[in-house]
């Protein structure tokens, strides 16, 4: 099976910071990706991770940590706008994503 | 501008019926996959194709065919639809094998199967 795992649906508040959890298992790793949908909508690229560490774009943070088949994507400065499922895919070894079932994140005023 | 395109955008069928769904993408990518997308489920891989001329089977592609005759044109056909295929359909284009990760999506078709 493809084991990939984040949490369902999470709330916020705006301005304030969160982080959404991603887990994986896999024995071919070439990658952990990000994308935004927003309901109705197609997903759009927000980052990529294939070394460990943490990569920074703006307000939005992707951390990867390959021994651990862990991965978060952090939010700051939350905006209304930023109301949207949030997908967590890795790319295995044959180059194909398997994606994560997609965090729904609700922004409250 | 246009990216990725796909038509029709909606579309109710009866049980039995085909259709093929259009996938066109303006930016000269290899890669281009069909995907399914159903509530409290990842996406999931139906077919993709490597380049003009080449598919391949994805992880749910009974139901489903596939053609590549043009490089920037990717086709679904459901020859004879079923309930089980009520879902939202997305088509994506990617560079290739290190940018393969980096998709870009068309806008999804709904399709109805009643």
């Known amino acids: 099976g493809q084991n990939i795992d984040q949490p369902t649906e999470m709330t916020a508040t705006e301005g304030a910071i969160v982080q959404i959890n991603c887990t994986y298992q896999?024995?071919?790793?070439?990658?952990l990706f990000w994308y935004q949908q927003h309901a109705g909508e197609a997903p759009t690229f927000l980052s990529y991770n294939v070394l460990d560490g943490l990569e920074e774009k703006g307000r939005f943070s992707s951390f990867l940590s390959r021994s651990k088949g862990y991965s978060y994507l952090l939010l700051k400065e939350l905006q209304m706008k930023d109301s949207a499922s949030y997908l967590c895919a890795y790319m295995d070894s044959n180059y194909q994503l398997i994606w994560g079932a997609g965090t729904k994140l609700i922004i409250k005023p | 501008n246009a990216g990725v395109t796909q038509t029709p955008k909606f579309r109710v069928l009866k049980t039995g019926q085909s259709m093929t769904l259009l996938c066109a993408q303006d930016m000269n990518h290899e890669y281009m996959y069909w995907y399914r997308q159903d509530p409290g489920m990842g996406l999931r891989l139906i077919h993709y194709?490597?380049?003009?001329?080449?598919?391949a089977k994805g992880e749910v592609p009974d139901g489903y065919n596939v053609s590549r005759l043009k490089k920037q044109n990717f086709l679904l056909g459901l020859e004879s639809a079923a309930p089980s295929q009520t879902s939202v359909y997305f088509c994506a284009s990617s560079y290739g094998d290190r940018e393969a990760g980096e998709l870009f999506f068309g806008e999804g078709s709904r399709l109805t199967v009643l």
């Open positions: 194709s490597v380049g003009e001329g080449t598919t």
């Open positions: 896999t024995s071919g790793f070439n990658g």
